[in-house]
């Protein structure tokens, strides 16, 4: 057991001790982003055309059940969530002065916008948002009460810093989420945007002091399996694994609907796959594809599963239907490096081409994708535009993905002395990067191997492998061959609890 001496309890956070490209392909983005941009925002500006001014708020028929689920501030189900947004579009139509209303739809257009990766509903998630504030600020105005002027402008300040962590910009979620709580402290939902900001910023202690604060509101109901979940994600982070484990069992077992149930089975999955267990995370998806039919991200965690396993047909079929249900390029660069450890080469450069498409219509939709362009740029195009690239990110949002993934880009582009640098930030317990991650042991290890760090690169390397052993279908081996290379150590260099003769 990692953390031995905190173990799982019934509250819904147990107390912790403290710890934890070129130009033509620049201009080619850009006119496809100027197109799609201009699209969307003519969306958003014609959203409610005027239509019979009889209806009422729903409290029953289409979408009652997501109308919950969005007020509440967890999950909910796609289909639902369509059936929800037509029916606050058609009570909008007639009473366009409903602050609250208007901060729910803006808020289901975020959900909506997560669930498909679908950028182009940002802007009008965005519209209607700020439109709530603007009738909250007509209602201040008026001298409406002042509790029910207090709810509607958090509810939307709410859906703004969720919008703004979905579009990968974490200083306005941040911005947005503090304003939330200000607005209402004893509202919970706000807070688990505020500690995403915080990690996305790189500022670990302030998001374990919002977590503590989070967990003091003692929050009961449909708000408690999310707040464990969000507990589970800080533990992760900071390497208590068995932790997060166990608070993700808790907030499944607590779980209201499916939807929301099967994101916590999804989520444990992710905990099995990064210590190495295939078959458990397989079964974790599996179960969460019953209760969620087409979840992208266990889809996607499916075919990671499947290709460890050596069930590589399988494992394409799981991605194809991943990037069916969300076309994420996340999922398109894991698909198209799962193409090329199989030797498809022809097929990896289709994923590519859609990845660079993809996030033309991301930034079209005000979404920040330089990470995963870094990344793809960094192993599969230009290391240079990589580390420009990543280096802006880091200046903007330096937590730990942008850490690793900037060290790596440097070494790709040949500056090792430097890429040692942000490699150690990013697995710098003391400094944040306390999540035990395969792939940034093995970044570190092969830049130490580089720097002719021989000691360090061999144990970073092997630790990469007892980490996760399948960690990705192209870098394990290039591990293990590079561990080869490196050779036996001596004797004196060799950790009590690692045997070379089980790296293969």
Do not use: C
Not at 439 to 465: C, F, K, S
Not at 475 to 485: N, W
Request: hydrophobic residues 40%; glycine residues 8%.
């Amino acid at each position: 057991m990692e953390n031995a001496q905190s173990g799982p309890g019934t509250p819904p956070v147990p107390e912790q001790p403290p710890r934890r490209r070129r130009l033509w392909r620049a201009l080619a983005i850009s006119l496809v982003a100027g197109v799609v941009a201009g699209a969307a925002v003519g969306g958003a500006l014609t959203l409610l055309p005027s239509v019979e001014h009889h209806l009422k708020p729903p409290a029953r028929g289409a979408g009652p059940q997501a109308l919950t689920e969005v007020r509440a501030g967890v999950p909910a189900a796609l289909p639902a969530l369509t059936a929800l947004i037509g029916d606050r579009e058609r009570y909008l139509r007639a009473h366009p002065q409903d602050a609250r209303a208007w901060a729910v739809l803006g808020t289901a257009y975020v959900e909506q916008g997560r669930r498909s990766a679908d950028a182009a509903v940002y802007p009008k998630a965005e519209e209607a948002l700020r439109t709530s504030l603007r009738r909250v600020e007509e209602k201040t105005s008026a001298g409406s009460a002042p509790e029910t002027v207090a709810t509607a402008n958090a509810a939307a300040l709410d859906g703004l810093a969720a919008l703004a962590s979905a579009r990968r910009d974490f200083a306005e979620a941040k911005r947005w989420a503090e304003q939330a709580v200000q607005a209402e402290p004893q509202r919970w939902s706000a807070y688990p945007q505020l500690i995403d900001a915080y990690n996305g910023l790189g500022d670990y202690k302030a998001a374990r002091s919002t977590l503590e604060k989070l967990t003091a509101l003692k929050a009961q109901g449909a708000a408690r399996p999310a707040v464990m979940a969000q507990a589970a994600a800080v533990y992760r982070d900071r390497g208590w694994r068995e932790d997060a484990a166990a608070q993700l069992a808790d907030a499944a077992a607590a779980a209201r609907t499916p939807a929301e149930q099967a994101l916590y089975l999804e989520r444990t999955g992710q905990l099995s796959w990064e210590r190495g267990d295939r078959e458990d995370a397989l079964r974790h998806y599996e179960e969460a594809l019953l209760l969620d039919p087409g979840q992208p991200a266990a889809l996607a965690g499916k075919g990671r599963a499947l290709a460890a396993l050596g069930r590589t047909d399988e494992a394409l079929t799981a991605y194809q239907d991943a990037l069916a249900a969300q076309p994420s390029p996340q999922y398109m660069l894991e698909l198209g490096e799962l193409h090329e450890a199989l030797g498809q080469r022809s097929e990896a450069r289709t994923q590519y081409d859609l990845l660079r498409v993809r996030v033309a219509q991301d930034t079209a939709g005000g979404v920040d994708d330089e990470l995963v362009l870094g990344q793809f740029e960094a192993d599969h195009g230009d290391a240079r535009d990589a580390v420009a690239r990543l280096t802006a990110e880091w200046e903007r949002q330096p937590g730990i993905e942008v850490a690793d993934a900037l060290g790596w880009a440097l070494h790709r582009a040949g500056d090792n002395e430097g890429a040692l640098k942000y490699a150690k930030t990013a697995t710098d317990k003391e400094h944040g990067g306390g999540v035990r991650s395969a792939l940034y042991m093995y970044h570190l290890g092969v830049i130490e191997q580089a720097l002719d760090d021989t000691g360090p690169a061999r144990r970073h390397l092997e630790e990469a492998l007892r980490i996760n052993p399948y960690f990705s279908p192209t870098r394990v081996t290039q591990a293990r061959e590079a561990l080869r290379t490196l050779g036996a150590p001596a004797d004196a260099d060799t950790p009590a609890d690692i045997e070379l003769a089980k790296v293969r």
